[in-house]
């Protein structure tokens, strides 16, 4: 395969996923198709990039820094408190945990931006589950405090405390682990390509059959149990709260029905801008429409 050069503006380091197409076993994978490639540039042409080099590795080191601060913040909090907590802390606990292992990829992640991947396939593995787990227990915890907060208001369920507890933490122990079950594939799959001029990137190739066959149910699994499962049982359950509190006239029952709103809120301005990139990404692979490099390069 000859030398391969592409836009730098049309990936990024820290997350990309890539396409490899096998000639046959025994060949090299060629990433060509995959990116709107630029005679012009090259991999080394990160390097010139402003963004890349000064303004990413600023933003992961400075959301490091204060997430890992905040989320410590809280976990000291709630630990403290542990004999105390309420169901919802507990699922909060467990939130938090799963921040924590993500802030902890964060300094691999400006290194990455400076210098591309440099950690060998094992981390690439690792490290790429980790951020999975991380997406995929946030969202199913959220949902589970949604569920928690339903059963507690609309049918007023208050079992006996240490019985409530232990269930508490055995649905986050089986949260856990089909979030770890979820990123199989990228434990399996994910691994390290370098191009000509010696630079690195961690990605998730399509090998064959089997390998797009995986590639496109990551992708399913990734938009449906990520987000569209979490974001229905939030919906439901907070609107049958709030129907149910919404002719009351006791403050905290009020704050209870504007904390619900919030919570659903934030959940879809973060998380939906991403997942229609990547829905629109998924498409493109999928040749569902044509591929616009100008709109990719935008």
Same mark, same amino acid.
């Given at each position: 395969m000859g030398p391969v050069s592409y836009s730098s503006e049309t990936y990024d380091l820290s997350q990309v996923e890539l396409s490899g197409y096998y000639e046959d076993e025994n060949t090299t994978p060629s990433l060509e198709g995959y990116f709107c490639f630029n005679p012009a540039s090259s991999v080394v042409g990160n390097q010139r990039d402003p963004f890349r080099k000064v303004f990413m590795p600023l933003i992961y080191l400075l959301m490091f820094v204060l997430g890992t601060v905040g989320n410590a913040l809280v976990l000291v909090i709630l630990e403290r408190f542990k004999r105390s907590r309420t169901t919802t802390e507990n699922f909060l606990f467990h939130l938090t945990l799963a921040n924590l292992a993500l802030l902890l990829t964060f300094p691999f992640s400006v290194v990455e931006s400076l210098a591309g991947w440099v950690f060998g396939k094992f981390l690439c593995k690792i490290?790429? #589950?980790?951020?999975?787990?991380?997406?995929? &227990?946030?969202? @199913?915890?959220? *949902? &589970?405090? #949604?569920? !928690?907060?339903y059963l507690a208001i609309v049918y007023a369920i208050h079992t006996y405390r240490k019985r409530r507890a232990r269930s508490i933490h055995l649905t986050c122990t089986a949260v856990w682990l089909c979030s770890l079950l979820l990123t199989l594939p990228d434990l399996i799959f994910m691994e390290v390509w370098? !191009?000509?001029?010696?630079?690195?990137?961690?990605?998730?190739?399509?090998?064959?059959?089997? *390998?797009?066959?995986?590639?496109? #149910?990551?992708?399913?699994?990734?938009?449906?149990? *990520?987000f569209f499962?979490?974001?229905?049982? @939030?919906?439901?359950?907070?609107? #049958?709260?709030?129907?149910?509190? &919404?002719?009351?006239?006791?403050?905290?029952?009020?704050?209870?029905?504007?904390?619900?709103?919030?919570?659903? *809120?934030?959940?879809?301005?973060?998380?939906?801008?991403?997942h229609i990139v990547i829905f629109l990404n998924t498409l493109t692979k999928l040749e569902a429409f044509t591929k616009n490099c100008l709109l990719e390069d935008q």
């Open positions: 490290l790429s #589950a980790v951020h999975k787990i991380n997406f995929y &227990c946030s969202s @199913m915890l959220l *949902g &589970c405090i #949604a569920v !928690d907060r370098t !191009d000509d001029s010696n630079r690195s990137i961690c990605y998730f190739p399509e090998v064959g059959i089997d *390998g797009n066959n995986a590639w496109l #149910a990551t992708r399913f699994l990734y938009h449906t149990v *990520g499962v979490p974001l229905l049982v @939030m919906c439901y359950c907070y609107t #049958a709260i709030v129907r149910a509190l &919404c002719q009351s006239q006791r403050l905290q029952r009020q704050k209870a029905v504007r904390v619900a709103i919030l919570v659903t *809120g934030v959940f879809l301005l973060c998380w939906s801008p991403y």
